[in-house]
């Protein structure tokens, strides 16, 4: 079975500019959460999806935001692009919403903003 | 404000050398502590989950345990393809659906 799918896998941006991230979830799991992790830190938690409602924001400013398909993919956007941006981001999906589930992440997609 | 806290920050040992990392935990209310390996440029992979005080489990070299302030990822007699980055990361109760707060986490290298 395929896992959690990102594209791209890279990404060059320059400041001002916008972006869009894509992900497909592991068949069968309805839940999509995305997750920002600077070099040498951890992951920090953007937003969690479920049933292509939003079901947990993070600490994060309004240039971020996000959707969730019908085929429960889903798309990070991401408006304004600052340096501080640059980043890899992290798509994990899981069976629920619950936090206690097993989250399965993908590659992510590092972004560069020059 | 609810807090994770991995050390060391870096790691090395020679192959078949045993030691522990290490992950402190300031939550309001644990709802459960995760394991998680990665390694460059890879997202990070499910090693355990941990629910409450006294728990411990095992795969293969690894072995977690939990406390009600932190908890220990063992590692056995490592090998080389045991290098990676070990995360840590915690549920709170109360806190906002589905997110998972991650300690920095540990990088460890084993060499031969």
């Known amino acids: 079975d395929a896992g959690v799918t990102q594209s791209p896998t890279h990404l060059i941006k320059t400041r001002g500019q916008h972006v869009t991230l894509r992900c497909s979830p592991i068949?069968?799991?309805?839940?999509v959460s995305w997750y920002q992790q600077v070099l040498g830190q951890g992951p920090q938690f953007i937003f969690q999806?479920?049933?292509?409602?939003?079901?947990g924001r993070g600490n994060f400013p309004d240039r971020f935001s996000a959707r969730q398909f019908p085929n429960y993919s889903s798309e990070l956007n991401v408006n304004a692009l600052l340096l501080g941006d640059s980043a890899l981001y992290l798509c994990?999906?899981?069976?629920?919403?619950?936090?206690?589930?097993?989250?399965?992440f993908g590659s992510g997609t590092q972004l560069s903003v020059l | 404000e609810d807090q994770v806290t991995q050390s060391p920050e870096a790691l090395r040992l020679q192959e078949g050398e045993s030691s522990s990392l290490n992950c402190s935990y300031t939550?309001?209310?644990?709802?459960?502590l995760f394991w998680y390996r990665q390694d460059p440029g890879k997202g990070p992979e499910f090693l355990f989950t941990?629910?409450?005080a006294g728990e411990e489990k095992e795969k293969e070299r690894l072995k977690a345990t939990l406390t009600k302030k932190e908890s220990f990822l063992h590692i056995t007699a490592p090998k080389p393809e045991d290098s990676a980055t070990y995360l840590c990361?915690?549920?709170?109760?109360?806190?906002?659906?589905?997110?998972?707060?991650f300690g920095r986490g540990t990088q460890l290298t084993v060499w031969p």
């Open positions: 994990a999906s899981s069976l629920s919403p619950d936090p206690n589930e097993k989250l399965f």
């Open positions: 068949s069968g799991h309805k839940s």
């Open positions: 999806y479920y049933e292509k409602e939003e079901r």
């Open positions: 939550v309001s209310g644990l709802r459960g």
């Open positions: 941990l629910y409450s």
């Open positions: 990361a915690v549920a709170v109760r109360g806190s906002t659906l589905g997110r998972l707060y």
